[in-house]
């Protein structure tokens, strides 16, 4: 499966942003995102189960919101009241069920203060 991620881009604090991932195919598994700020690893932001139910990381689920569209073969992340911290390339991720992960090639997301 290929994963294609968009939306990222430069927001002021405090502003909200909206990313998109769009699979090749249909996707059965579980889709998220996650994101690698610069000098750091690569941490969960969410996940969502074909059936809708959302698993966020530590801290995400105040400010980001993650759904899917099975029909568009999507997943999408609305994040609001963006902090500078929240700057780094964020990923679209599914794990297959042949245990191979897929990622999207990253779009950046920088937050100004």
């Known amino acids: 499966v290929q994963l294609q991620a968009s939306g990222g881009g430069l927001v002021q604090a405090g502003g909200s942003l909206r990313l998109s991932c769009q699979a090749s195919?249909?996707?059965?598994?579980?889709m998220g995102w996650y994101r690698q700020a610069p000098g750091k690893q690569r941490e969960l932001v969410a996940t969502?189960?074909?059936?809708?139910?959302?698993n966020y990381g530590n801290s995400m689920r105040d400010r980001f919101s993650i759904s899917r569209d099975n029909d568009k073969n999507t997943v999408s992340l609305q994040m609001s009241n963006l902090e500078p911290e929240d700057t780094a390339v964020y990923y679209c991720?599914?794990?297959?069920?042949?245990?191979?992960?897929?990622w999207g090639r990253g779009t950046l997301v920088t937050v100004s203060s």
């Open positions: 969502i189960t074909r059936g809708h139910f959302p």
């Open positions: 991720h599914v794990q297959l069920r042949t245990g191979v992960d897929a």
């Open positions: 195919r249909s996707i059965a598994e579980d």
